[in-house]
């Protein structure tokens, strides 16, 4: 069950956002096979790759499933919104000395959710890599630190105040699935 939060900005977590089989199968693959790309950004530095249905390894299929998306929408996505469609499934992988700095995903007409699940089996707070929270995009302004544990899942309303970062990898790799989604208008 997934616990939400409105400050500094709608949001929920949970301990297991996904099956911990599936999730060990997809850190396997990301770890050992997956076709990660270079990104390089104004205010991030990381390893990305898209996902989709027609090319996800056999084994991993649930990770594009319809289901899947629903049920994440379900529960880690914030109260008070109408239905929403999936627009992509991508991933992250972060390595020694990259950060992504203050921003808030924000774009008129772009996604309106976002669902990380984190894929980092025996993190320590030491290796770098936490979410953090912030109340402006002021990086003083730290309101809650989110740990990348492994299995977890944290979801979250877009919007102009949805500010977070992502701390300095100091070691070690952190991978991350996310899941993005618009809010549909109209019936």
Known sequence: MAATRTDPFPHATAAEALPPELVARTLRWMEEEAPWRLRV??????WEMHLEAETIPVGLEDLMAPATASHLADELLPT????????????HRMTAGQTIRVHNDFRPGGETHRILIQLNRGWRDEQGGLLMLFGSGDAGDIRRVIRPVHGSGFGFAISGRSFHAVSTIREGERFTLVYSFREEVGD
């Not at 950004?41 to 990381?46: R, S, V």
């Not at 008070?80 to 991508?90: A, F, I, K, N, Y």
């Open 41 to 46: 950004a104004d205010f991030y530095e990381q």
């Open 80 to 91: 008070g919104r109408g239905r929403v469609r999936l627009v992509e499934v991508t991933a």
